[in-house]
């Protein structure tokens, strides 16, 4: 964002930082003791937050910093302290050879996620001499220093350090806490209070046949629901540009598309009103825009159809004899469905989700309504268990009458399991095991059936599983004739993977005194939509950007000095490959409590509060090296790289 921009993400953000979901997933808070301690998962003290409409959730959201906030001051001094400082030192042949940085740098890349020295953790991070009994000291990996020491003579100097190097594990991408899971606690506690009248319903909901007065409770009951009448959970699931929503609905009783300006500054509607079940809605169709490398990639890709599948079961039939023969079958079945399961999201826009503007850009928290399938294609489709035993049983059947038409043969080997005294007892899923039993492979004809329209009668009867799933993210709009945002969603494409990712250890980044962890530099990109037919909306209609909200601007005067190494280390990361970011502030980063592959309030409060997960913002201004058509890269780079410094007291 420019100079004087409001962070796009700040504290009230609509969900509080320390929300769990208790057993019967209803959501709750942590609620601190009078120590200022929170007790630990098992022992927390919760607030049941009853909800019967969207101005509950937003009267019981502190809209100031909260003792559980990213801003908690740390204790005196706290911030000087280093606990991912350098201790181990490499020892050196007393006849060594001198060794330059660069004879280490040509291992730094190998065996890492992103191109830098990487360490499965702080006691495989080494100084090391750069001649025997020299001042100057390289800090690389372990792995690096092995490499030239064993090419070079010196590895009978440092077993110890060897053998410590080899043990390492390899670098593991770190997921972040599945979503599908958390869809199935929040509908829990939608159930759960639906149950009690504590959610509206959208009145377009179940009908009797002849028209007249809603059904309840039905089986989908309380679905459809009010947009922003419960806390949607941010979604943080990366979703490939393929497989994004190509068409998007979007709901705009407001008119906030609109970005109003005055004196260049993007501004909201006056009003604040509220979505409720007797709004009358506005929407407008928007389209998928991606570059044009993008687009034609996404029309090449093609679902696979006939993509394979399978499960163990154990048979266990009972012989005329008396004995057991049981044996295992290897159930083959296609793949969940995956065509026309992305085509079309909706996306709801209430102006009292306004978070910030700036010069050129206007930001909601908004609510984003895809097809399920995009979080986990099981979860829409499910494929019954029960069914596929039954069948398997009858094809079992068939071969043992046919067995007994073949029994002239009077050898048979092993592997062709021989039904034909046999009476089939049990069929029952299993692992797959090490026992020396006779395996078949039957390819099972049942279906595939939608979750929320189960057609067998095993799964009629069982919870309603809504077919889209809303999620929260943020929405950054542009007044009009702006070029940045459309420069934005250039850029997010053009990232390396890795600046989406999350990875195992710490990496070695120039510039950046101790190791930083190896997190995602930027927010997930959920793509750039842009009016599908403007000729029929009168006036300008602002293109759309969704992006992952990633929390809070930070406060750097309140960081340690590990958390100030991190998230300079997110900009150095970003120049380093190839990027100048055009707009240093601290407005342009943000942080949330972490660690993110785990839901928030499920363990101690020492490891959440130590934990929190940045992100670089605002690329509007950026440019790669290879785009630079003049002398300036370099330039801008190195001011780039000043700011960094100053920003954060490093040098």
Known sequence: MDEGELNPFPVNDGCPMDAVFDEKGIYA???????????????????????????DFLSSTPLVDTPSSPHTPPPPVAWKIRQREIVQVWPRAPTGKDLSFSDLSKYHTEGSPNHFPWAASIQHIYTVESAPGSSNKWISTGSAIARWMKENGEAEFAIDELSLTTSQELPRMIPVFPHDKILALEEAAIRNRGSNSGIPMNPQGDVKDDGSAPQAP??????????????????????SHENLPKKLIVHDPWNALEVRSYYGKAIPHNAEPEWTSTQKDSTLVYKLKLRSERATAAEDSKPVDDATESFIVRVSPKSQSGGQTPFLVRVLHDSPPTSNTSQEAHLYISPAKFLGSGHHSSVYTCEWEIPRSLLSPHERFTLCKNCVIEDIRGRLEVRRRSERLEKKQKSRKRSETSLTESELVTIEECEEGSDDIDILSIRTTVLWQETSRP???????TLYVPEMAR?????????????????????????????????????????????VPVGPIVPQFYGYYVPEDVSIYEGYRSPILLLEDCGVKVDVTQL?????????????????????????????I?????????????????????????????????????????????????????EVGDLFGIY
């Open 218 to 239: 039905s089986t989908r009951w309380p679905w459809p629901l009010v947009p922003f009448s419960y806390r949607t959970q941010k979604l943080r699931t990366r979703i």
């Open 590 to 642: 943000v942080m949330q409590k972490g660690p993110l592959n785990e839901l928030l309030g499920t363990h101690p409060l020492s490891l959440e509060e130590n934990s929190l997960s940045f992100r670089v913002i605002d690329f509007g201004r950026s440019y790669h090296k290879r785009n630079d058509v003049s002398d300036t890269f370099k330039r801008d780079q190195d001011y780039d790289k000043v």
């Open 560 to 588: 340690t000095l590990d958390q100030r190494h991190e998230a300079a280390s997110l900009f150095r990361r970003f120049m380093a490959a190839g990027w100048v970011h055009g707009s240093v502030y601290d407005r342009n």
């Open 471 to 515: 999620v929260r993210v943020a929405a950054k709009l542009s007044f009009e004739g702006d070029k940045h945002l459309k420069q934005e969603a250039r850029n997010y494409q053009a990232f390396d993977s890795h600046f989406f990712e999350h990875w195992s250890g710490l990496n070695v980044v120039p510039g950046i005194k101790d190791p």
């Open 455 to 461: 057609n067998c009668s095993h799964l009629k009867g």
């Open 29 to 55: 808070e942590v609620k601190p003791l009078e120590d200022g301690k929170s007790k630990l998962k098992g022992e927390v003290e919760v607030q049941v937050l009853p909800v019967h409409s969207s101005s």
